[in-house]
């Protein structure tokens, strides 16, 4: 764990004010993010090699135990999920109760907390156990989700299908319904593209629970926590909102430079690790177009597309240098909205991807490494001096 070390020769950045930015806070085999070369490395493969051809389920074995599944060991992991999803009562109630009073995220990190109810063997964070704890949180994270969605569009609850894998589950949860096979595809192919991102705000966030030797159900609620935010987690929404609003191509440069000259965000574009575009985003541009070609709904493709495209030119001419470059956010928005999700799902489903990452990350934290305890520099006072209540 280095906590101060300098990059590349240079001395490292002040992290009060640079956000931790440039300080290495692991080694891991887990995923590289190049962000000069627009380049997401998961466990040795390319995102773009693997996303749209691997199930969440191969995403999480191989983040796990470094390598793709064979056929048998697929079977297996996919039985034992399915052994899994079954919520504890207490999960049960704290859905209930959240469909009623709760945004998506809240109810999310709620039922997420109350799955310690049947943690396999409390105090005990032994990688055997810990990969128990991984499977089921996997398992059941999306069951919470498609759950939730499920009882606050005032439908009953309906039991998860052990034929179904993780994506294609979640989708029967949630309506009740027969999934789109072109839906899960699409959808399968964003949990996979976001499962890991380096040492993004959740990740570490989990990774500084679990150093703790605390709990893995603990450790994955601050992760959720963290990826609640909208610097992190909660951005895809509001892209969707600005392509809805543009409405046509022909009005997307006006938008834009109005936008700017007031003020306002471009959502969907820069990122604080790339200086080129964002690999994910090919790979979800790509997932749309497919779902696109299956649903025979092009318009909604071709514009985001020239949004895209006048959105980099006009970014690169207010704020040259800035290398404000399509990021993930801008077509999982469309992706998203495509497959059913709702905005306000967008982030929850990003949980759903990521868990994956955050239980990887956990174990491999507690198999070895040390407790996260960076130190602060003081620059208050000193020297004050008492001064007795009835003199202040």
Do not use: C
């Not at 063997?121 to 996997?138: F, H, K, T, W, Y």
């Not at 994270?141 to 499920?150: A, D, E, F, K, L």
């Not at 993930?328 to 929850?348: I, K, N, Q």
């Amino acid at each position: 764990m280095t906590t101060g070390s300098a990059v590349g020769g240079k001395p490292a950045p002040d992290p009060a004010t640079s956000g931790l930015e440039g300080i290495v806070a692991a080694r891991t085999p887990l995923s590289e993010v190049d962000g000069q070369k627009g380049v997401l490395t998961i466990r040795g493969y390319d995102i773009e090699e693997i996303a749209s051809q691997i199930t969440l389920e191969e995403a999480a074995f191989l983040l796990w135990h470094g390598t793709l599944p064979n056929k048998t060991e697929l079977d297996d992991l996919h039985r034992r999920l399915v052994s899994y999803r079954r919520l504890p009562e207490e999960a049960r109630v704290a859905l209930q109760v959240s469909a009623k009073r709760m945004l998506p995220m809240d109810a999310l990190r709620f039922a997420v907390a109350s799955l310690t109810a049947d943690d396999p063997a409390p105090g005990d964070n032994s990688r055997e156990v810990n990969q128990v704890r991984a499977e089921m949180l996997v398992a059941r994270v999306p069951v919470i989700v498609g759950t939730y969605q499920r009882l606050r569009s005032g439908g009953q609850p309906v039991e998860p299908r052990a034929d179904l894998g993780i994506t294609a589950n979640l989708l029967f949860q949630m309506t009740g319904e027969e999934p789109n096979p072109a839906h899960v595809r699409g959808l399968e192919t964003y949990f996979v593209t976001v499962t890991d991102h380096g040492m993004n705000a959740s990740t570490f966030t989990a990774r500084v629970i679990a150093s703790t030797a605390s709990d893995m159900v603990s450790a994955v609620v601050g992760g959720i926590g963290a990826l609640k935010g909208p610097l992190h987690g909660g951005a895809p929404g509001p892209a969707l909102d600005m392509i809805e609003e543009i409405g046509t191509p022909d009005r997307a440069e006006a938008w834009m430079k109005g936008a700017i000259s007031q003020g306002k965000r471009i959502m969907g574009f820069g990122h604080r690790i790339y200086k080129v575009r964002d690999p994910r985003a090919e790979v979800l541009y790509k997932a749309a177009w497919l779902l696109a070609e299956e649903t025979g709904e092009q318009g909604s493709l071709d514009l985001a597309r020239e949004v895209e495209r006048v959105a980099v030119n006009v970014l690169e001419e207010a704020k040259p240098g800035r290398d404000l470059n399509t990021n993930v956010e801008f077509y999982t928005a469309l992706l998203l909205r495509d497959v059913g999700l709702t905005p306000d799902l967008f982030s929850p489903a990003f949980g759903i991807g990521r868990t994956v990452g955050w239980t990887a990350h956990i174990m491999e934290h507690q198999d070895g490494g040390r407790l996260i305890r960076p130190q602060s520099e003081y620059i208050g006072p000193r020297g004050l001096k008492f001064v007795p209540l009835d003199k202040r």
